[in-house]
């Protein structure tokens, strides 16, 4: 089985166009919510679909207490399965007090935190906010909270597979690092990733079980449209045991307790 722990879908022609891509080899899928999208409307949209979950974005600016009240209510009612912080969107590092008490309720309700790496496509977060001795910092400050860092925290690749080498509850999912339209061909990239990540097992061994597949995808029309190169990764890095872990083992026990 394979679940895909990082999606932006929320909308019917995008998961149509994620079916399309994927051609039948994802099982389940996770949605991560963009604070522009309400979540709401996404939690009503996954109920119509078999085997799609959500991720819900927390807002530290506008509203944070109505914001932490809503995503424990959907903690309660089993409506989602994490939530996501991206500090250089909001301008603040993770270990901000803002932060604190989604932290606790996330420990509490024993489901991860995912916090945004500072690339995206249109390069607005600013990468000054996402720090990984941040998140080595929350790691021991709250011990019983999972936490995943997407992308692998490109660019700091290094710095990343350090943290989740030296803390229990951090892991890494290999999203958004593979784009469609890049002067780089598409086989090149599959391989200069591959390599990139088989030489952070070597320096760090036993992150390999702390790996999680994921793409980012968010539309045919989007610099983040592919699904089947991030599969050949796991592909080209994994055998046995390792790749089903990576593929949806893991993913399994840190969104759903399985």
Known sequence: MIIDCHTHIY????????LKESAGMVSVVVCIQSSRYD????????????DFFIIAAFDALKNPKRSLKQLERCFKEEKIVGAKVCPGCQ???ATDQTFSPLFTLCQKYKKPVIIHNGWSPDFAPLLKYFSLSDIDELARKYPGCNIIVSGF???YFFESAFVAHKNKNVFLDISGNISDGE???LDRQIRQYTDDLRKLLTYYPGIENKILFGTDFAGENTPLSLV?????????????E????????????LFFNR
């Open 228 to 240: 089947n190169p991030y599969i050949k990764v796991i592909d080209n890095l994994f055998d046995g």
């Open 91 to 93: 301008k603040l590092p």
């Open 183 to 185: 002067n780089m061909a």
């Open 39 to 50: 979540l709401e409307h996404l939690i009503e949209f996954a109920s119509t679909k078999k």
């Open 11 to 18: 909308f019917e022609e995008t998961y149509q166009e994620y």
């Open 153 to 155: 925290g490109f660019p």
């Open 242 to 253: 390792m790749k089903e872990n990576a593929f949806g083992g893991l993913a399994k026990k």
